[in-house]
């Protein structure tokens, strides 16, 4: 790479051995990267310049590997990761192959994906990621760069210095990336602000120590925002989420039925709810026990009562749910299997009947229970 | 040093009390101790409502980690009201529970507490037998309400005589006064109903 490309090096980013580097640059034009990053479609169609940059640069022989792939697994899905060799662009290792997401909220889940495959499967030490979607997606580039920050900071017990480099060759783009990177690491106080240093909105005194959220941009005493997220890691203002309040489950899906039936010690009249769960396998992220290594997913269901008290409890697993709190990955309490997708201390009625011996009902003061199972991982 | 707890009900305490808009809106706030641990509330029924004409009292309690968790606040006056319950006082209300923010005050507390009189949110009852007279016999509910506001809240709107001599008539047959108007309440005023639940 040319070294007027650099345009800024942030070391220690996010005060982990991670060395984020923003270039202005072509993709398929670096040097010193290890894996670069191609955003593609499900049939690794070219729908941007970028990606019809890099299959060509790579030469024919990576045209097979697409065919190979389409007829072996069908589309390449979204959030989905496939690696391929660099072919003639041999001053890299591999190639991470991505479709571009439809939804921004996808972004995060790819970038981690891509770091997990790079640094935990692959082993390398560096990745040349793009602007996800910026290009003919339109997608805003905050979104993007907000997302890529996010999935950085879930990156632990990293062993070794890792570089990232984002790449993107629209100059006015990744100004404004670096901006947003900029703002996140040391928002400034500016003429904007003056008036809100009259008082915090916390301790209602006159602000002391001003520290600004890099996200909404409140501003508070560094001193009360800091106690305040003791406690939740949210802005106390707009409950703009901070910090990571969030389990590790691995995705899933979460689908609701009602049955026609009671389930034991209920009213003829109240029905009955059927919550089943999904987890695929997967490879494990770095939030996991042994990142790198598969998980076996896992499929369960469990019965509720279509009561008000059942409809509560339904709201706050499904809260839980968001919140990546019911599933964990880890031993199997049943099976003794490690590496697996396991329930996460809130309890499941996974049968109709046969009484809490059986798992199932009747069982009076299960409702009670599992409320306050729910209560315990911060779910009221 | 004082602690952020106590700092905060000072000043907030000075901005309920001092505020004209607030005791326009019938809103009002008493100091029960001098550690300002220990508040009264009280806010007057919303116009156009059931409430209206009534003054309900507030318990409100300041944690020692306030504000950066909220206040336990109950109603001390007895209330008909889907999120309320009509027992224990008990408030369903998100701001008082997950939706709390450190940036909140008695105030925001106290008009929200006002808002929800006026508008009840029956899809996340407090009190499930009220929700459900609201949603599936609203006239009933309003009279209920009402006939509440002016036993317990002490308005002097309707007060709809033939729920009192209905109430009077579990009495005369040896039932207490409040538990006979939560069953006569609680089963649309039909009174062999409220009997057979008392009995149960
Ligand atoms: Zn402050
Ligand atoms: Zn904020």
Same mark, same amino acid.
């Given at each position: 790479m040319l070294a007027s490309d650099k345009i800024h090096q942030f070391s220690k980013f996010t005060n982990q051995n991670i060395d984020l580097i923003v270039l202005n640059s072509s993709i398929t034009e670096l040097s010193n990267v290890d894996c670069i990053v191609n955003c593609t479609g499900p049939c690794f169609e070219h729908y941007g310049g970028v990606s019809k940059a890099i299959t060509e640069a790579a030469g024919p022989k990576i045209l097979k590997e697409y065919k190979n792939y389409n007829s072996?697994?069908?589309?390449?899905?979204?959030?989905?990761v496939h690696d391929t060799h660099a072919f003639n662009l041999n001053q890299y290792k591999y190639i991470l192959h991505v479709v571009t997401p439809k939804h921004k909220t996808y972004l995060e889940m790819i970038y981690s994906n891509l770091f997990t495959k790079c640094f935990n499967e692959l082993n390398l030490e560096s990745i040349a990621v793009p602007l996800i979607g910026t290009g003919l997606a339109r997608r805003a580039i905050n979104d993007c760069v907000n997302s890529l920050i996010e999935s950085i900071r879930y990156l632990k017990n990293l062993t070794k210095n890792i570089k990232i480099y984002? *790449?993107?060759?629209?100059? %006015?783009?990744?100004?404004?990336?670096?901006e947003i990177l900029k703002n996140f690491l040391n928002p400034e106080i500016n003429d904007n602000d003056k008036d809100k240093l009259d008082e915090c909105p916390?301790?209602? %005194?006159? *602000?002391? %120590?001003?520290?600004?959220?890099?996200?909404?941009?409140?501003?508070?005493?560094?001193?009360?925002? %800091?106690?305040?997220?003791? *406690?939740?890691?949210?802005?106390p203002l707009c409950n703009m989420v901070y910090g990571v309040n969030e389990g590790n489950q691995p995705n899933g899906t979460m689908n609701i039925k009602i049955l026609n039936l009671t389930l034991p010690g209920y009213d003829k009249s109240v029905n009955t709810i059927e919550i089943s769960y999904l987890f695929p396998s997967g490879v494990q992220q770095a939030n996991h026990p042994n990142p790198g290594q598969r998980y076996h997913g896992t499929q369960r269901v469990a019965y509720l009562p279509n009561d008000n008290d059942g409809k509560k409890v339904l709201g706050l697993l499904q809260k839980a749910f968001e919140k990546k709190l019911l599933f964990t990955i880890g031993q199997s309490r049943t099976t003794n299997r490690n590496n697996v997708v396991t329930w996460n201390d809130i309890h499941h009625k996974t049968s109709i009947d046969g009484g809490p011996a059986n798992f199932g009902y009747p069982d009076n003061s299960y409702i009670q229970r599992v409320l306050a199972e729910l209560a315990d991982k911060g779910i009221q | 040093m004082v602690s952020i707890a106590t700092a905060r009900i000072k000043r907030e305490f000075k901005e309920v009390v001092t505020s004209d808009e607030l005791t326009k809106c019938k809103i009002k706030l008493e100091l029960l101790n001098d550690n300002f641990t220990e508040l009264k509330g009280e806010i007057g029924g919303p116009p156009d409502t059931p409430y209206e004409g009534g003054t309900y009292q507030l318990e409100i309690k300041i944690?020692?980690?306030?504000?950066?968790?909220?206040?336990?606040?109950?109603?001390?006056?007895?209330?008909?009201?889907?999120n309320i319950s009509s027992v224990t006082g008990a408030i369903c209300l998100?701001?008082?529970?997950?939706?709390?923010?450190?940036?909140?005050?008695?105030?925001t507390v106290l008009l929200s507490l006002q808002a929800l009189l006026a508008t009840p949110e029956p899809d996340d009852p407090q009190d499930a037998v009220v929700a459900n007279q609201y949603k599936t016999n609203n006239k009933i509910f309003v009279k209920t309400a009402r006939h509440w506001t002016n036993i317990y809240a002490g308005s002097t709107l309707a007060a709809e005589p033939e729920f009192d001599s209905k109430v009077k008539q579990l009495i005369d047959m040896g039932f207490d006064n409040h538990k006979s108007r939560v069953a006569l309440s609680s089963h649309l005023w039909n009174v062999e109903h409220a009997i057979e639940s008392l009995y149960n």
């Open positions: 072996q697994f069908g589309e390449l899905e979204a959030g989905i984002i *790449v993107n060759n629209n100059p %006015d783009q990744i100004k404004e990336c670096l916390i301790c209602l %005194d006159n *602000v002391s %120590d001003a520290k600004k959220l890099n996200k909404c941009g409140h501003i508070f005493c560094k001193s009360c925002i %800091d106690k305040s997220f003791n *406690v939740k890691q949210v802005c | 944690p020692e980690t306030y504000p950066f968790n909220p206040p336990k606040v109950r109603f001390l006056t007895k209330i008909w009201h889907p998100d701001i008082l529970k997950d939706q709390w923010a450190a940036a909140m005050t008695l105030r």
